[in-house]
């Protein structure tokens, strides 16, 4: 039993049922969760998957002993690349409403497209370098390229404020991710 609760198999299979249900509920009930639901949750799910994954090193340093912060120490990587799917599903929704290169363009100017996709663009690389092999080859400057997650999450955020119908939600989690990035810089230097 501790062996599946160890697998990264199940890990995976947890963090894919919010997308799966988001499939399933746009497939099966169109009309009643349609695009906007779609883009929601999943950019939901890729903000708090990230929020979870800056949330780690504050943990580990306040909790260095305790089995959930190590847990999450060892699946980092994890929890980050889950982020990138639901980005990556969130910009692929976007992309099917607007069907055309020409519209996509079009909107590029807006500045919470623009943070969107300027978010996206940093976590790409993180998500392709997200393995051992990247690790090994890449040694000290896989740390260095890895803390692109810091602007990339702010222009996440960015884009999730600006882009929100009521931004009262965004703004909490902006004050959340505030809170962990505070916390973090304040038990580094400690």
Do not use: C
């Not at 980050?80 to 020409?102: I, N, P, Q, R």
């Not at 955020?157 to 991710?177: E, K, N």
């Amino acid at each position: 039993m501790s062996r599946l609760l160890a697998s990264r198999y199940l890990l995976w299979f947890i963090l894919a049922l919010p997308g799966l249900r988001l499939a399933g509920r746009w497939q099966f009930t169109p009309d009643a969760y349609g695009y906007g639901h779609a883009i929601a949750d999943s950019g939901d799910w890729a903000a708090w998957l990230l929020m979870v994954t800056l949330a780690v090193t504050p943990l580990r340093l306040l909790f260095r002993k305790s089995a959930v912060a190590k847990w999450l120490v060892r699946h980092r990587r994890d929890l980050g690349v889950a982020s990138f799917a639901y980005a990556l599903l969130h910009t692929g929704v976007y992309l099917w409403k607007k069907g055309t290169l020409e519209l996509v363009l079009a909107e590029m100017g807006e500045g919470f497209i623009l943070a969107g996709w300027l978010a996206f663009a940093l976590f790409l690389p993180l998500a392709i370098t997200s393995n051992d092999a990247s690790m090994r080859a890449l040694k000290r400057s896989w740390k260095t390229l890895h803390r692109l997650v810091y602007p990339a999450a702010v222009l996440t955020f960015l884009h999730w404020v600006w882009s929100a119908f009521d931004p009262t939600t965004a703004w909490i989690h902006v004050g959340i991710l505030a809170a962990i990035e505070g916390l973090r810089i304040w038990l580094q230097r400690r």
